[in-house]
């Protein structure tokens, strides 16, 4: 059986042009990001496998660049440490790798990226309810449709794809699209 790619770039341009519909909503996230940081508040960002890729991506391109030189923008990825990730799965449960973290390092006023191909990551559904109670703002790159978290978030932006490597490039998208907004 052969690998059928003309399907795999129909599904993945299906995915990222369904970016567009997600404007106005993207607008909002970029406006409240430029608040976040004008205020003194930092970015966090969390998710498992490729999301916490692309969480370490989005810090990455925060704190060093993306196309402009610029100053660094206080933002952490809760995906890099081993140490606090291993000690707190081992002390506490891994569904409160994110969790723990947020309480050590997360302020009202922060702003938390949750990203979460199906909604449904246990460990970050934990991190957005401390999140709220902590009047930590939270976004949520969610897929399929947005899942469990979808309604604890508070800004959802959905990628409505069912392939989790289809929604993982649209996340990208989103990511590249709210760092070059910060940078223009």
Request: neutral net charge; glycine residues 8%.
């Amino acid at each position: 059986m052969s690998l059928d790619i003309a399907h795999i770039i129909t599904a993945h341009n299906t995915a990222v042009q369904s970016v567009a519909a997600l404007s106005a909503d993207l607008h909002r996230c970029i406006d409240k990001i430029r608040l976040t940081l004008q205020l003194g508040g930092k970015l966090l960002a969390c998710g498992n496998g490729g999301s916490a890729a692309d969480a370490q991506h989005f810090a990455a391109e925060l704190t060093g660049r993306y196309q402009a030189d610029r100053r660094g923008y206080p933002a952490i990825a809760l995906t890099t440490d081993t140490s606090a990730l291993t000690s707190i799965s081992n002390d506490y449960g891994y569904d409160l790798v994110f969790r723990r973290q947020l309480e050590a390092l997360g302020r009202q006023g922060d702003l938390l990226i949750a990203i979460s191909t199906s909604g449904e990551s246990r460990n970050v559904i934990k991190a957005v309810e401390l999140a709220r109670e902590r009047g930590i703002y939270s976004v949520g790159l969610l897929g399929k449709d947005g899942g469990k978290l979808r309604s604890l978030v508070d800004l959802p932006l959905v990628v409505h794809a069912s392939h989790t490597a289809r929604i993982q490039e649209a996340h990208i998208l989103i990511l590249h699209i709210l760092c070059e907004a910060l940078e223009n």
